[in-house]
């Protein structure tokens, strides 16, 4: 639990919050504490917090804090909580600012080697802008009722827009309840004088898909009805919000018409043609990559055999629309087309595949980017080789790792130089007993192993992996699912999310799982509700961006002398999250400065 882990954290914090009472124990009391953006409570568990906020952002930036609310011994009646837009000095104002809930959800069987006891831990966030009528206190932010004890966290957005002067913003978050005083909480924003980019540099491609979104509420997904396109929509562009681009941009994505050609005049109800929709995706909500809607019997049935021929005209019509309407620099194949192959067989398959691809050079010489999930180095030759046949690499973390570090090989700089891109992701957990053969520093109270996501590991894994890909080259993070859990399991109650059935039984909590849908008959609205670990992500995300822009500054020794004060490479990196807000600060700063 949070409580027995501040020596890992290194947090100095202030032992008293803000009250609502005497501070004598016997007297009822509501209590605010400001907490670490990685920090997480269980229930009942005492809260050290601070009794202010502070938080730095640059502008068109999302910044969060965190604070709980714990009710006294006479427990809390209509808890409610406002915020008011931030204001500076000089009468400039930042009203775009959201309020979450954070509601628990139940570990029962612990993630493979996590470091924690069963417990609840915060992940769904409710939006208090959610006023829906009817919508039971489990469902709905607020109003809350606290028993003795209970804590209530809260999650806030702040969005800096791109225009906003730089300078001391400044707030307060008001906390009521029946028969308590109110309680404020001072929240102050310093905005820096630089501009984080529009689109990120970071490619991401992360599993939300249109089939399943269909298969969750209920309906066939044809196109034909405005309410149902517009609610996959509303899916890719939360996804977008948070700097990651669906797998499946589905409205985007043309289907062969009567010749074999695609149709990119095709028309989804509400929404509009294939064309319109792409222009939304790459130029309205920024998306970083797309990915093409093709595979291996779709929508030709044998495309490396009888239907080659059209497949490849179909294909070539269709990067080079992508390229028009994208950035040819920005269209891929879905990195699931060819995943994990691990047979000699599924080596030569997706040899086929790379020439399928090399043979359709576009009018100004691009290629169509061919990604495989494998890593650049194979170290087991029977398998045969796949360079000079695939374009983009996307290794585990822990095969990176494994290649630079451990082996010293570093087959992925060489990929690099040939031209061709690594991305990486992660997914369930790693084998740490193995891990630890090879790395005998590996903890997962300290760091020093690949990060990886589950629910029930320490907050910073969501964080650390994009202070590392510079290191390696990497410019893509991809991620299996974003709206999966095993058969018959409440994601509102249960985190086991992923359970595998080969070996039987073990419970990955959290893990592809990372958007919990809303449906109307619970909360009110079908839409898509953020977990506290995507928040984390999109926060990562921004890190990245501050990292490139110094780098593109020329600020690379500054940027190797302050990442390395907690982050070295994959294998060796420290959990403590107030270090990184340090060094996030610092980099902060830098930017501000030159």
Not at 86 to 108: H, M, P, Q, T
Not at 473 to 498: K, P, R
């Amino acid at each position: 639990m949070a409580g027995t882990l501040k020596s890992w954290y290194g947090y100095v914090l202030l032992a008293l919050g803000l009250s609502a009472c005497s501070p004598e124990p016997s007297l009822p009391c509501l209590q605010v504490k400001a907490i670490g953006l990685l920090e997480r409570f269980a229930p009942f568990e005492p809260v050290v917090g601070t009794d202010s906020v502070t938080i730095f952002a640059a502008r068109n930036e999302y910044e969060g804090f965190q604070f709980v609310i714990t009710a006294g011994q006479a427990g809390a009646a209509n808890v409610q909580v406002s915020l008011s837009p931030l204001r500076s000095a000089a009468g400039d104002v930042i009203d775009k600012v959201e309020v979450f809930r954070e509601r628990y959800v139940k570990v029962s069987t612990p993630s493979p080697h996590s470091p924690y006891a069963p417990q609840s831990w915060p992940d769904i966030l409710l939006p208090a802008a959610n006023t829906s009528p009817g919508v039971s206190s489990a469902y709905r932010a607020f109003p809350q009722n606290l028993s003795a004890g209970e804590n209530l966290p809260v999650w806030v957005d702040v969005h800096v827009p791109a225009d906003t002067k730089p300078g001391v913003y400044s707030t307060k978050v008001t906390v009521s309840a029946d028969g308590h005083d109110s309680v404020e909480l001072p929240v102050q924003l310093t905005v820096w004088n630089f501009t984080l980019p529009a689109r990120s540099p970071l490619r991401t491609v992360f599993g939300t898909n249109g089939y399943r979104v269909a298969e969750i509420y209920g309906f066939e997904r044809t196109g034909e009805s405005a309410t149902d396109n517009r609610l996959i929509r509303a899916y890719n562009d939360f996804m977008l919000d948070h700097y990651l681009s669906p797998e499946s941009l589905w409205d985007a994505s043309p289907e062969a018409d009567a010749d074999g050609k695609p149709d990119f005049q095709r028309e989804f109800a509400g929404l509009g043609t294939v064309t319109e929709n792409m222009r939304h995706y790459m130029q309205d909500k920024h998306a970083t990559a797309y990915t093409y809607v093709f595979a291996d019997s779709y929508p030709f049935a044998d495309p490396l055999g009888k239907d080659r021929d059209k497949a490849q005209r179909f294909m070539r019509e269709y990067a080079g629309w992508c390229a028009a309407h994208a950035g040819a620099e920005r269209c891929y194949t879905d990195p699931s087309f060819v995943d994990e192959p691990d047979t000699r067989e599924a080596y030569a398959y997706a040899r086929r595949w790379g020439e399928f691809f090399d043979e359709m050079r576009l009018p100004k010489g691009e290629k169509i980017r061919y990604q495989v999930s494998e890593p650049p180095l194979n170290e087991d030759l029977a398998l045969g080789s796949l360079t000079g046949a695939v374009d983009v690499w996307i290794p585990k973390f822990y095969d990176l790792w494994r290649d630079v570090e451990h082996l010293g090989k570093n087959v992925t700089a060489q990929r690099l130089d040939a031209g061709e891109e690594v991305w990486a992701y992660t997914a369930l957990v790693l084998d740490f007993k193995a891990y630890q053969q090879v790395n005998p520093r590996a903890d997962v109270l300290k760091g020093n192993y690949p990060p990886v996501w589950q629910l029930d590991f320490p907050a910073i894994n969501y964080r650390i992996p994009t202070w590392l890909f510079h290191r390696y080259g990497v410019t893509g993070l991809g991620y299996w699912d974003t709206l999966a859990w095993a058969e018959n399991t409440d994601i509102w109650q249960d985190a086991a999310s992923f359970i595998s059935t080969n070996p039987p039984g073990i419970v990955f909590n959290g893990d592809g799982l990372l958007v919990y849908p809303a449906k109307r008959a619970q909360t009110g609205v079908d839409a898509p509700f953020a977990s506290l670990r995507l928040k984390w992500i999109r926060e990562s995300v921004e890190d990245y961006m501050y990292i490139d822009l110094l780098l593109q500054a020329g600020e690379t020794e500054f940027v190797n002398q302050q990442l390395g004060r907690i982050a070295r490479h994959f294998g060796d990196w420290d959990n403590q999250p107030a270090l990184l807000m340090q060094v996030r600060q610092a980099l902060g700063e830098r930017l501000a400065s030159l």
